[in-house]
Structures are given as structure tokens and as C-alpha cells.
């Protein structure tokens, strides 16, 4: 079971320390956090396992705003996040650009959790299975790849997959590729359990409720406590 924190744009390098200083990850999970480049050094000091939130196909060049797998690697990061919906909306990714930003980190070493996942409208048009088709055959296969299911009208809407849509769609993912499948969606202390215990989920992508230290953890110690059982 993986439990993963996307802090998104969120906590610079004092608050990062200070949350991963106070942290105390539960045994038997594991546990990462994604926070912004700015605090990648600072959240890795305190020895948790640290990812990125995105990561460039190529070792170096002219790429303003762009850093490397190379670059990552030197400071310690263990791996990055790939294709988030956000960054599919808002900074022009497509499934091209993930797959080969995806290949390129495995290569060199990183782990990488790549999000796939429908928007509201292709779910009512039934179109869920051919997105999620089109989005997760593009992807590399890798030991080190994890594919995260993330809906993206359950994203920081407070609209949660219900178990079963959130089983479905991670079956069907694990048809298509053999990785393990993280839910991401407004996971909360309140549904962690509901979801976690999903034959085919395999952990969590957290986004809103990894900011703050108690909801982290209590996830975490759901998640902990399941895999123990
Ligand atoms: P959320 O975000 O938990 O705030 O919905 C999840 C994500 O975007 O990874």
C-alpha cells in the first residue's frame, strides 16, 4: 500500500520542514510526499521518501521552467508525479508529453506515479473506459511505474468516486497495464477506509487533505492498519 501527498503549490521550504519534521509516518505503509521543487531539499532532510510533481523528458536544455530526472536524482528525489490533471488543463499536457516525461524518469532511474483519469462530461457520455484506454496504453512499462486513477471532476470538489466506480475503473486500468493503481479524488480521513479496502486499489494520491498534518496522518493510519490486516 502507498500512501502519496501531492502538496501541489503549496508549502515553501520553512513549512515543508516543519510538517515533515512533526510527521511521524505509521509502519507498515508507504509513505510519500510530493511537495513543490522549492522544498524538495528540506521535506528529504527529515528522511521521508520525496517525489516531484513533474519531471522533463530530457537531461538538460532549452526548457524554461522545466527540471530534469538527472537534476532530481542529484538532490535525492526518489521519484515524480506525471500527467496530473492540472497539469493536463492548465499547462497544455497530453498524453504524449506524460508518456515520454514517464519513460524518461524510469529510465534514469526515478519511480514515477502517472495520473490518468475522465472529466465529468466523458463520464456521462460513457466514455470513461476509451479515455482511460487511450491515457494508461501510452505509458511505459516499468517495475517503477504506479498509475494513479484521479476522476478529475472528484478533484478538490469534495465529489469522491464511490467505491465501486473507483473499483471499476482501477480493474479495468490493470487490464491495460500491470502497475499499481493509487485513487486520487478528495480522499479524506472520513473514506480512506471505503476506498482502500477496493480489491484493486492500491493506495492513495492525497491532495487537499495532505496539507494538513492530522488528515495526512490518519490516512496513512488507515492505510497502515489495512495492510496489516
Ligand atoms: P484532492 O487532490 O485530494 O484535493 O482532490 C488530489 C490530487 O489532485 O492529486
Known amino acids: 500500500m502507498l500512501i502519496a501527498g501531492n502538496w501541489k503549490m503549496y508549502k515553501g521550504p520553512s513549512e515543508a520542514l516543519a510538517f515533515c519534521r512533526a510527521f511521524v509516518p505509521p509502519e507498515g505503509v508507504e509513505i510519500v510526499v510530493c511537495p513543490p521543487?522549492?522544498?524538495?531539499?528540506?521535506?528529504?532532510?527529515t528522511g521521508?521518501?520525496?517525489?516531484?510533481?513533474?519531471?522533463?523528458?530530457?537531461?538538460?536544455?532549452?526548457?524554461?521552467?522545466?527540471?530534469?530526472?538527472?537534476?532530481?536524482?542529484?538532490?535525492?528525489?526518489?521519484?515524480?508525479?506525471?500527467?496530473?490533471?492540472?497539469?493536463?488543463?492548465?499547462?497544455g499536457e497530453t498524453d504524449e508529453t506524460t508518456a515520454r516525461r514517464a519513460k524518461r524518469a524510469l529510465d534514469a532511474g526515478l519511480a514515477v506515479v502517472a495520473c490518468v483519469g475522465e472529466l465529468e462530461e466523458e463520464r456521462e457520455r460513457g466514455e470513461t473506459p476509451a479515455v482511460l484506454h487511450r491515457?494508461?496504453?501510452?505509458?511505459?512499462?516499468?517495475?517503477?511505474?504506479?498509475?494513479?486513477?484521479?476522476?478529475v471532476w472528484a478533484i478538490g470538489t469534495g465529489k469522491t468516486a464511490t467505491p465501486e466506480i473507483a473499483q471499476q475503473a482501477h480493474g479495468l486500468i490493470k487490464t491495460i497495464l500491470d502497475a499499481p493503481v493509487l485513487y486520487g479524488g478528495s480522499v479524506k480521513p472520513e473514506n480512506a477506509e471505503e476506498l482502500l479496502v477496493q480489491r484493486d486499489v492500491d493506495g492513495a494520491l492525497v491532495g487537499g487533505a495532505s496539507l494538513d498534518i492530522d488528515s495526512f496522518t490518519a490516512i496513512c493510519e488507515t492505510a497502515a492498519r489495512l495492510s496489516r490486516s
Not at 62 to 78: C, D, I, P, Q, R
Open 135 to 151: 491515457q494508461v496504453s501510452v505509458l511505459p512499462r516499468h517495475e517503477r511505474l504506479v498509475v494513479a486513477y484521479e476522476p
Open 48 to 91: 521521508l521518501t520525496v517525489f516531484a510533481q513533474n519531471v522533463h523528458w530530457e537531461r538538460e536544455g532549452a526548457f524554461t521552467g522545466e527540471v530534469s530526472a538527472e537534476m532530481l536524482l542529484e538532490l535525492g528525489v526518489a521519484g515524480s508525479i506525471v500527467g496530473h490533471s492540472e497539469r493536463r488543463r492548465y499547462f
Open 37 to 45: 521543487f522549492s522544498a524538495l531539499r528540506e521535506a528529504m532532510a
